[in-house]
């Protein structure tokens, strides 16, 4: 990061998004207390904030500076929260990183404390250089929504993610035993698993991270008022 004097606004986004990565929730959720009762100022758009990744997941620093270029979210997407909440987090994760499952369990977290001033949107970015696995696992969450919606997407990959050991960790063969454990038919799950039709779907996803400035996972965009701010890569925390 430059030696550059940071705006407080600037200074108190960058400090919003680092504790948001490093997986621990009680320092965001007082930062989040300031968001909902702050005056509505907004750091400059000119110099978004971007947050390194010093994980080893991805491949380095996020958006960089400009435009983001976000999808918006629409009823199509898989979203837990107020889908009329303030402030949206749009996280573009890959089913098989590590530094994504500690960031799912920060955002469950958040979700408890906050559910109806923000709202989580769960895109897919399996990066099948590192994950090979990634790919088919997100498909099966499409399933899941497919089979029981909403509900049925997150306690997927909810489950999904409190069993993987990560890094390519989780046998094939526990995808539709998943899929049992939250009460989906099992034969009907594994028709659609075998088909293959959600790909497309997942595919497009990672392709719209790239867009949207993900080179690493997890990659967050944190949206306030309308305004976008990227959250690139996970932090580690001093322990």
Aim: charged fraction near 25%; aromatic fraction near 8%; proline fraction near 5%.
């Amino acid at each position: 990061m430059s030696e550059s004097k940071l705006t407080p606004n600037q200074t108190f986004y960058l400090g919003m998004g680092v504790t948001l990565l490093v997986g621990f929730g009680i320092g965001f959720f007082i930062l989040l207390g300031e968001v909902l009762t702050d005056d509505g100022s907004k750091p400059n758009r000119a110099n978004p904030t971007v947050i390194t990744d010093t994980g080893g997941t991805g491949q380095g620093a996020g958006a960089g500076t400009g435009e983001i270029v976000l999808a918006d979210v629409t009823d199509e997407d898989w979203i837990k929260g107020n889908i009329d909440a303030r402030i949206s987090i749009v996280e573009f994760s890959d089913t098989e990183c590590p530094f994504c499952k500690r960031f799912h369990t920060t955002m469950n977290q958040v979700m408890e404390a906050y559910p109806d001033d923000v709202n989580w949107v769960y895109r897919h970015f399996p990066l099948p250089s590192l994950h090979r696995k990634a790919q088919k696992e997100s498909e099966a969450t499409e399933c899941a929504g497919e089979l029981a919606g909403n509900d049925g997407f997150w306690a997927y990959i909810d489950r999904l993610f409190e069993i993987t050991p990560s890094n390519d960790g989780l046998d094939e063969s526990q995808l539709p035993e998943i899929a049992e454990y939250i009460g989906l038919d099992k034969n009907d799950f594994e028709e659609c698993l075998n088909s293959g039709r959600h790909g497309n779907k997942v595919r497009k996803q990672a392709s719209d991270a790239t867009l949207a400035g993900g080179q690493g996972t997890p990659y967050s965009v944190l949206i306030v008022d309308g305004e976008k701010f990227p959250v690139s890569g996970a932090v580690r925390s001093e322990e």
